[in-house]
């Protein structure tokens, strides 16, 4: 009965760890995926979960057709997504120059991410989570879908509107709400001196950020974007590229 138990319990943490990686956990996956012998197509496609934030069924169907290079815009079909409704991801410049490689590695495939052996058919729903577990680190307890919870809990720290995070992931209230109900234990973690990733990368900007406010510095980062989402991808695209930069 208790290996039962413990068997249910290994099963649930696959699914989810439940809290948000720490800075000094992301950058750890980021090396390793950097670092690994995994093709580059998916050393990209990890790449892009992290940095664009949507669901691994949203990415490995994925077709060129979708990519608007001139928008810096990803149009994802209503069927991909969770919630049965298109979804646009603004893309930061970091998203775009990966989908640049990828567009000389993909062999004239409509397909962005190809099997092996056929440039016809995307790769299986089981080829990036054998990815993951190919990767070398000492990341516990974790899996795919925490990119997402992760990213979620580091942008509503930074002070961005819980309706701009809703909309860039694609979310319902009910799972956004979810996300963002994190243990005291991670948030202590995150905030702990010892990961001074998210000090350095938030000194860049105002932790507590609006739009609507008559704040010289906000108005004026605001002319290099569109819209508040888009600032946001970047800012997200930022700091996950600082993890690996020397300040970390």
Known sequence: MKEKMQSNTTKIRKQSREVALTSDELGKLLRSINQSSLVQTHKLALRLLMLCLIHRSALIEAKWEEINFEQEEWS???ERMKSNK?????L???ALAIFEELKGLSSGSEWIFTRENSLHQPISKFTLSSAVSALKHDVKDY???DFRLTGSFY???AGFNLEVIKK???HETASLRES??????ARQKIIEPSFSAIDFNLSQYDKKLKH????PAVACRLKRFDTPEREMMQWWADFVSGLTSPHV
């Open 76 to 78: 994802i079909p209503g």
């Open 143 to 145: 899996v795919i879908k």
């Open 155 to 157: 942008l509503r720290e």
């Open 212 to 215: 609507d406010g008559p704040n």
């Open 168 to 170: 860039a992931l694609g």
């Open 92 to 94: 930061s410049k970091q």
């Open 180 to 185: 963002l109900i994190l243990t005291q234990n």
């Open 86 to 90: 298109p979804h646009s991801v603004l």
